[in-house]
T-cell receptor, first 115, second 111 residues
Framework: KAGVTQTPRYLIKTRGQQVTLSCSPI?????VSWYQQTPGQGLQFLFE???????NKGNFPGRFSGRQFSNSRSEMNVSTLELGDSALYLC??????????????FGAGTRLSVL | EDKVVQSPLSLVVHEGDTVTLNCSYE??????LLWYKQEKKAPTFLFML????IEKKSGRLSSILDKKELFSILNITATQTGDSAVYLC???????????FGTGTRLQVFP
């Protein structure tokens, strides 16, 4: 069974640009969550999607947005990039929070560098 | 404010040593505590704990949760160089996939 797939693996952008990251969950998983990982802040929750609906959102500015498609694939978008957006962006998928033993499995991440 | 605190931040040991990693939490509507191992990129799942006092084991790794005192420990016995990684503790709430992570414990195992 394929794991969580994130594309691209690496991105270099300049300040002011926008970027779109993609996440394909494990087959059968309907929930996708996104996290930002930086050396200073660790892993910070961005969003949670289930069946194309955003269920939860972290404390990030409106420049960060996301969506989920009917096949459970998800994208996140960051507009007007700032230097501080440089980070590893991780996607995790699970069967869904309603399940009793719900485990989130992570992709390898997208490393975003903003110059 | 929900928070997860891990200690120590960093640990350096020799192969064969036993280590104990700590995780304490203050999270409303606690549902589960998860341990992950992160070597290069993707955190890989180790354990999920939901009930107090029940030890989960996988080979040389084991973990236990104390819901009354709000903490968990991860034990690694007979450490190997392949155990070198950052170990992350995360807590999940009810009816959400949102995980609150600690800052991690960096374990380095030298031969």
């Amino acid at each position: 069974k394929a794991g969580v797939t994130q594309t691209p693996r690496y991105l270099i952008k300049t300040r002011g640009q926008q970027v779109t990251l993609s996440c394909s969950p494990i087959s059968g998983h309907r929930s996708v969550s996104w996290y930002q990982q930086t050396p200073g802040q660790g892993l910070q929750f961005l969003f949670e999607y289930f069946s194309e609906t955003q269920r939860n959102k972290g404390n990030f500015p409106g420049r960060f947005s996301g969506r989920q498609f009917s096949n459970s694939r998800s994208e996140m978008n960051v507009s007007t990039l700032e230097l501080g957006d440089s980070a590893l962006y991780l996607c995790a998928s699970s069967l869904g929070a309603h399940r009793a033993k719900n485990i989130q499995y992570f992709g390898a991440g997208t490393r975003l560098s903003v110059l | 404010e929900d928070k997860v605190v891990q200690s120590p931040l960093s640990l350096v040991v020799h192969e064969g040593d036993t280590v104990t990693l700590n995780c304490s939490y203050e999270v409303t509507n606690f549902r589960s505590l998860l341990w992950y191992k992160q070597e290069k990129k993707a955190p890989t799942f180790l354990f999920m704990l939901t009930s107090s006092g029940i030890e989960k084991k996988s080979g040389r790794l084991s973990s236990i949760l104390d819901k009354k005192e709000l903490f968990s420990i991860l034990n690694i016995t007979a450490t190997q160089t392949g155990d070198s990684a950052v170990y992350l503790c995360a807590v999940g709430g009810d009816n959400t996939d949102k995980l609150i992570f600690g800052t991690g414990t960096r374990l380095q195992v030298f031969p």
